[in-house]
């Protein structure tokens, strides 16, 4: 049965403190950026440094992704990246050198407690999002969570994953929609789940690059079409998303993982350019419950 609930306006949401930045509550885009595995310690401070000039000079805040383990994965004979301690040191000590607050991905409910003492905000994968005790110690970690929303779940459900973390205590929720499932090995983005996960309350960042992605596409790895990601990204921001979520690697073709769906590094500067262009047009309409 299709939902019947109205449309909502994009209203200001509650401010999600995640380090030092606010995302949410009419605060600035935010990106949330970086390669999609911990490759190594140097990788990773060379691209999030390069990153962080990027949002510095244009005033962007900057989140710095990166996972510990790629758990989900086509193949398992892919590469999954360093695991849960050695990745956590490396985002500690990437962390402190940049001056950035951190972001990764937990799978299980005994790598909150560790997590929590490094990551600024925890991340629940996209198909853990109905995970519920996952989901409650995530929350009672104190820290922000960010839940992607699973590619099978429609995005009036993703109410009943804010409910589940507000029960348990927690105050910094963000929502990520990232597309959903069209048939095998392809996704599809519905604009309309961002006003809808909107209407919760709570922050929404869109995942571009995820969004792009062909799972499985490539036999045993997943696909992508990042040609399609300015698109996307553009169309969330004019839909009024609160930051936006993408992966991005000096070499995406030479990645370990998601390589097709990475936006190339050196492509950042002047689709952000687009996208503030884009948020500064459609800014004064945003709050209008009327066309």
Known sequence: MI?????YPIAPTKQVQIGQLTLGGGAPLLLVAGPCV?????HLLRVGEAIRT????????FVLKSSYDKANRSSGR??????LEEGLRILERVKAKLDVPVISDVHDTHQVSAAAQVLDILQIPAFLCRQTDLLTAAARSGKPVNVKKGQFLSP???GHIVEKLKSAGSKGIVLTERGSSFGYNNLVVDIRSLPIMRSFGYPVLFDVTHS?????GAGDASGGQSALIPYLARAAVAAGVDGLFMEVHPDPANAPSDGLAMLRLDALPGLLNQL????????????????
Do not use: H, K, M
């Not at 939902?3 to 449309?7: C, E, G, S």
């Not at 990027?54 to 805040?61: A, D, F, G, I, K």
């Open 54 to 61: 990027v949002c510095e000079t244009r005033r962007v805040p």
């Open 78 to 83: 892919s590469f999954r990246g360093p695991g």
């Open 3 to 7: 939902n019947a609930q109205p449309l």
């Open 38 to 42: 911990i490759e190594s310690e140097d």
């Open 276 to 291: 503030l262009e884009v948020q500064r047009a459609v800014a004064p309409y945003l709050n209008e419950d009327r066309v």
């Open 212 to 216: 792009v992605q062909l799972p499985g």
């Open 156 to 158: 009036w459900d993703a």
